[in-house]
Every structure is written in structure tokens, then in C-alpha cells.
């Protein structure tokens, strides 16, 4: 079959429907692994930051992990904090600047292994804040170890043969325990593995982030992402692997939505 | 084979980190691998006529490296006549 020359816009009257959009993403260059997950998460809250008007007035709180690498790249106010203390940052950040959206990111080793007590504690006073998680069940940035939310049968670099419930323990399912607390008003999960997954996750970030400018309390947008590398497949099989284990103990979908329940 | 193009891509090759996501996200099935390797020694994604146009690949893209344009009039390829045989 004929290859289509796709070096240059194509010559026939045509118009462009999609290209690298973010304008808060000030270069698509990064140097995170092929099959990675993350840059596309992070190019869907930029995408719901702009669209929602909060481009001027918006503060991101950067945990720990590969994502970090955005901070050089990203337009948006931002700040490095703590292993895991993202939330506790926030906090005080919400409290002096109650007009500025304020959005940590933490992946799930920052939040559920090294900062849990932050982001409960940060639920219980019902912060107005919006946490995004992005999930990938090991510590990617160093080099794939278990985190508290690997799941059962995972194999890690610290559990070569795999998760076992009786030696390591049970993973810890963040979006649940968020979601049956008072102080969260939206708990949601998405993923981004396939093009419909990240159209749906497009709009659970956008309600997180409408129920923090509600002053509804806290929201948690979990966001399951790919990390072949430390999962140790190839980077095209990283999605399919991605439903198969993370999948079935992380069901996809909205946990909850205080607006919806009034 | 009478194949029908509705729209087309350019696809920064250089950037590209051979993850091969594209290539499963592609509704119509015309985005085969290279094989040979860009400028980093990565294969990377090739187009075959049939694009729809529908933007999968550059939503699931971890690289950006996709734009997706869309022909104001479809490009019908082969003929109808050898679509009979």
C-alpha cells in the first residue's frame, strides 16, 4: 500500500481540525519515556484550564515524579513541594489566594505512599482545591518500584513475582476513601489509554476543577496513566496491560458529585 | 480498491518515540510503522490513504507530534470499476 507524504500540510484545500494545542504548554519537547501516559493527562488540564478561563489565575502545586518535568514547561504558576505534601501546600495557598484556582499533582506514590496523611487530612477540612492523581501503581520516576496502590499480582521491581496480598498488603484505593468523606465534593476516575477514555477524562477534570471555583470542598480527578517502562512491557502493549491489572481494581467512572446528589 | 480520504496528517517524525499508540487508537487502520528508523533511531508511524480525519492519534499521542487536517472535498482513490471486480 502507497505511503502518504505527511512531512507538509497537504495541498488540497483542507482545513486543520487538531494539532498540539495547550497554548499554557509552552513546547511539546519532553523527555519523558515512549508510552507514557503522563504528558497526555497533563495536556488535558492545561486544555480544561484555558478553556474555563483560568489560564491568569491558576496555581499548580507539583509533588514528586516524573510529571515534574513539566514545571519547566508549563505556563502556570507552580511550586515543587514535599514528597507527598502537595495538598498541605495548597492549603495554605487556598486560604491566602481563595480566588485562585489551585490544582496539585501527584502521582500515586507521592500521594498514597509518601503524603497519605496530606491528602485525607486536606479532605477532612474540606479544602476547596482540586488534587489530580496520576495512577500508575509503581514509583516510575525511580525506576518502578511498588507503591501503595499497586495491585494485586502487579509485578514491580520490588515484587518480581507479583503483589501478594499476604506479604505486601492490600493496595490502597485513594478514590474510594476520598469519596466516602464529608469534605470531598467530586471524586473521579478516568484514564487515559484510548481516544474515547481521554475525551471522557477531559470532562471529569473540567467538573473537579468547576466544583473548587463552586467552593463545593475538595476534588480528586484520579487519572489512571500508563508507565511501560516500569511496568517492564513494551510501550505498545502499556495500554492493554494498563486495563488488565490497574483496571479491575480501579473501575473507571465518577465516585462522586455532591452537586449531583442536591 | 476504491478507497475513500477524507483527511490527512503531518507527523513531526523526529519527535516521535516509537510507542506505537497510534497505532491501536487508529479507527480506520491506516497507520503502520516504519521501518526504518528517525533521526533518534526511533520507528515511527506512516499513513496510508483512508484517513478519516477523526483526530485518535493526536488525542493519545504522548509526544504530539500528529496534526490532523480535513479535505474540504473527500479524495476517492481507485475506481468504482475495480471496486466490481
Redesign the interface.
Known amino acids: ?4 507524504m ?5 495541498e ?9 494545542k495547550p497554548t499554557l504548554l509552552q513546547t ?3 523527555h ?9 493527562a497533563i ?1 488535558l488540564v492545561l486544555e480544561v484550564i484555558e478553556e474555563l478561563g483560568l489560564a491568569q489565575k491558576n496555581v499548580s502545586i507539583i509533588g514528586h515524579g516524573c510529571y515534574g518535568s513539566f514545571i519547566m514547561t508549563m505556563d502556570v504558576d507552580s511550586t515543587l513541594c514535599l514528597h507527598g505534601r502537595a495538598p498541605a501546600v495548597a492549603t495554605g495557598l487556598k486560604r491566602m489566594r481563595p480566588e485562585v484556582a489551585v490544582w496539585t499533582l501527584q502521582g500515586d506514590g507521592d500521594m498514597t505512599s509518601e503524603g497519605l496523611a496530606e491528602i485525607l487530612h486536606a479532605t477532612a477540612r474540606g479544602e476547596n482545591i482540586t488534587c489530580i492523581l496520576l495512577n500508575n501503581g509503581v514509583f516510575g520516576d525511580t525506576g518502578g518500584q511498588m507503591t501503595a496502590s499497586s495491585v494485586i499480582g502487579q509485578r514491580t521491581k520490588n515484587t518480581l513475582e507479583g503483589r501478594d496480598a499476604a506479604y505486601h498488603g492490600h493496595p490502597i484505593v485513594i478514590g474510594n476513601m476520598v469519596a466516602a468523606m464529608p469534605g470531598s465534593a467530586y471524586v473521579a476516575r478516568g484514564s ?1 489509554h ?2 474515547a477514555s ?2 471522557a477524562t477531559r470532562r471529569l477534570i473540567r467538573k473537579g476543577f468547576q466544583r473548587q471555583m463552586e467552593k463545593k470542598g475538595l476534588s480528586l480527578v484520579e487519572i489512571l496513566t500508563m508507565c ?1 517502562t516500569g511496568w517492564f512491557v513494551p ?2 502493549g ?2 492493554d496491560y494498563m486495563m488488565e491489572s490497574l483496571g479491575k481494581t480501579y473501575p473507571l467512572g465518577e465516585i462522586k458529585d455532591i452537586s449531583a446528589s442536591e | 480498491m476504491r478507497q475513500v480520504t477524507r483527511g490527512t496528517l503531518v507527523i513531526d517524525a523526529d519527535r516521535c518515540k516509537g510507542c506505537e499508540l497510534c497505532i491501536v487508537a487508529c479507527p480506520p487502520r491506516v497507520l503502520t510503522m516504519s521501518r526504518t528508523g528517525n533521526a533518534t533511531g526511533y520507528l515511527y508511524p506512516e499513513l496510508s490513504p483512508g484517513c478519516t480525519g477523526c483526530t485518535a492519534c493526536q488525542q493519545v499521542c504522548p509526544d504530539f507530534v500528529f496534526e490532523v487536517y480535513k479535505y474540504h472535498e473527500p479524495i476517492v482513490s481507485g475506481s468504482d470499476a475495480e471496486r466490481m471486480q
Open positions: 500500500m502507497s505511503i502518504v505527511t512531512t507538509r500540510p497537504p488540497a484545500p483542507s482545513n486543520k481540525v487538531a494539532s498540539f511539546e519537547e519532553h519523558l519515556c515512549p508510552g507514557c501516559g503522563e504528558p497526555v495536556r487515559v484510548n481516544a481521554i475525551a511501560p510501550a505498545s502499556g495500554a
